[in-house]
């Protein structure tokens, strides 16, 4: 069982920076890939971005790539997510998610899911 908490939302203006912060619980936190989805209001969840155990392998949503970086402390047991270049359309609620082993870009192969943490951005 894994539990997790994001930190880091707020509002900020476009153009602007946030690092989001998602602590995991339990000793086996270097055994789950770990993703970060969105749900901006009235659309569905979408894949943000993934990262491998050893955080050696991530993935990307072509809207973000190259503006947000995802990383991995694994003696913090803690994920991050670096979004630089912020625009009104990353506009959301962020979620942490976890799974064993291997990466993901679907959601519904995560099996751990944060209370998500809301980011706005103004225009």
């Known amino acids: 069982q894994v539990q997790l908490e994001e930190s880091g939302g707020g509002l900020v203006q476009a153009g602007g920076s946030l690092r989001l912060s998602c602590a995991a619980s339990g000793r086996t936190f270097s055994t789950y890939a770990m993703g970060w989805f969105r749900q901006a209001p009235g659309k569905e969840r979408e894949f943000v971005a993934a990262i491998s155990m050893s955080g050696d392998t991530t993935s990307y949503a072509d809207s973000v790539k190259g503006r947000f970086t995802i990383s991995r402390d694994n003696a913090k047991n803690t994920v991050y997510l670096q979004m630089n270049s912020l625009k009104p359309e990353d506009t959301a609620v962020y979620y942490c998610?976890?799974?064993?082993?291997?990466?993901?870009?679907?959601?519904?192969?995560?099996?751990?899911w944060g209370q998500g943490t809301r980011i706005t951005v103004s225009s």
């Open positions: 998610t976890a799974r064993r082993f291997l990466v993901s870009r679907v959601e519904g192969a995560y099996d751990y």
